[in-house]
C-alpha cells in the first residue's frame, strides 16, 4: 500500500463511518479494486479509531456531561436517576455483547466473515432491514426514554457490526428505530456506544501490529489513512445529523442493495475473488511469479 491509497481509504473510512452503509465493507471493496487485496481487519479497527476521535470532537460536551454526572452519581452527589448517568450506565451494558463476541468470533471475524460474499448479503439483507425499520418504526422516543433492556438491544445490534457489510451505526439505527426511537435519538447513541467499543478494538490491534513484525499494511500507511479518516468524518457526521432530522434513510437502503449485487455481479463474471484481490491483479502476480 502506497501514500495514495492510504489517502484514499481514509478518505473513504471518514466518509462511511457514520453512514448506515458498513466502512468495512467499503475498505474492503476498495482495497480490493484497487488492487492491494484485503487491507484486513487491523487496517480497519486502527482507522476507526480516527472518525471516533471526530465523534468526541462532535459529542465533546455530552461526553463531558456524561462522564461527569455517572461519576457524581458513584458518590452521592447526585442522584443515580439523573438522565445522563443513567446514559453512562446504558453505553457500558450495551458495550458488553460487542467486547465478549468479538472476543468469542475473533478468528471467524479477521477471516471467514470477511469473505466478499458475506459482505455483498449482509449489505443486501441488512439494508433491507433497515428500510422496514424506516418505514415502520414509531419514531417518537426521545432519548431520555432509553431503558437498561433497549440498551442491551442497541449493543448485540452494534455487536452485528463485526461482521462486514452490516454497519455499526445501520446496526444499531434499525434496533432503535425498531424500538420506537426517533432517527436522531436512534444515531446519537449509536454514535456515543461506539466510542468505548472502537477505541477499545483500534488501539488493541494497534498495539498488535506494534509489537508483530512488519505486514503488508506498513504503518505509516495506516496512521496517515487514520488521520485523514478524522478530518473527513468531522464533516461528515454534521451534515449526516443534519440530513436524518429531515429525511428517510431510504437512499441508503437502495444504495446497499444495489452495490450488494454489483459485487455479486463482479464475484459471479470473475472481476472480484472473494478472498483475493481483483482477478487482473491475481492474474499479474500469476505472470510475474512465472516469469521469474
Given at each position: 500500500m502506497g501514500i495514495f491509497e492510504a489517502i484514499l481509504l481514509g478518505i473513504i473510512q471518514g466518509l462511511t463511518e457514520f453512514l448506515p452503509i458498513s466502512s468495512s465493507a467499503h475498505l474492503r471493496i476498495a482495497?480490493?479494486?484497487?488492487?492491494?487485496?484485503?487491507?484486513?481487519?487491523?487496517?480497519?479497527?486502527?482507522?476507526?479509531i480516527g472518525t471516533e476521535a471526530a465523534v468526541i470532537v462532535f459529542f465533546w460536551r455530552d461526553i463531558v456531561r456524561i462522564i461527569g454526572n455517572w461519576a457524581r452519581s458513584?458518590?452521592?452527589?447526585?442522584?443515580?436517576?439523573?438522565?445522563?448517568?443513567?446514559?453512562g450506565w446504558w453505553i457500558i451494558?450495551?458495550?458488553i455483547p460487542i467486547v465478549v463476541l468479538g472476543l468469542l468470533f475473533q478468528d471467524q471475524i479477521e477471516g471467514s466473515l470477511r469473505s466478499l460474499w458475506f459482505v455483498a448479503i449482509s449489505l443486501i439483507v441488512f439494508g433491507i432491514l433497515l428500510g422496514v425499520a424506516d418505514r415502520i418504526g414509531r419514531k417518537a422516543r426521545p432519548l431520555d426514554q432509553l431503558t437498561w433492556k433497549h440498551?442491551?438491544?442497541f449493543g448485540f445490534a452494534q455487536a452485528l457490526a463485526l461482521i462486514p457489510g452490516v454497519s455499526r451505526s445501520g446496526g444499531t439505527i434499525t434496533a432503535g428505530l425498531l424500538m420506537g426511537y426517533t432517527r436522531e435519538a436512534a444515531a446519537r447513541y449509536s454514535f456515543?456506544?461506539?466510542?468505548?467499543?472502537?477505541?477499545?478494538?483500534?488501539?488493541?490491534?494497534?498495539?498488535k501490529a506494534l509489537k508483530a513484525p512488519a505486514g503488508e499494511t506498513?504503518?505509516?500507511?495506516?496512521?496517515i489513512a487514520t488521520v485523514v479518516a478524522f478530518v473527513v468524518a468531522l464533516?461528515?457526521?454534521?451534515?449526516?445529523?443534519?440530513?436524518i432530522s429531515k429525511r428517510s434513510f431510504m437512499p441508503f437502503v437502495i444504495y446497499r442493495v444495489l452495490l450488494g449485487a454489483?459485487?455479486?455481479?463482479?464475484?459471479?463474471?470473475?472481476?472480484l475473488t472473494a478472498e483475493g484481490g481483483t482477478a487482473a491483479a491475481q492474474a499479474a502476480v500469476t505472470v510475474g511469479g512465472s516469469a521469474l
Open positions: 482495497s480490493e479494486l484497487m488492487g492491494i487485496g484485503d487491507a484486513g481487519s487491523a487496517f480497519t479497527a486502527i482507522t476507526q458513584l458518590t452521592g452527589k447526585i442522584s443515580r436517576k439523573d438522565p445522563d448517568a443513567l446514559m451494558l450495551g458495550t440498551g442491551i438491544g456515543l456506544l461506539a466510542i468505548p467499543a472502537v477505541f477499545g478494538s483500534g488501539f488493541y490491534q494497534l498495539v506498513p504503518m505509516g500507511m495506516t496512521l464533516f461528515v457526521i454534521g451534515l449526516f445529523m443534519r440530513y454489483l459485487i455479486i455481479v463482479l464475484l459471479g463474471t470473475g472481476v
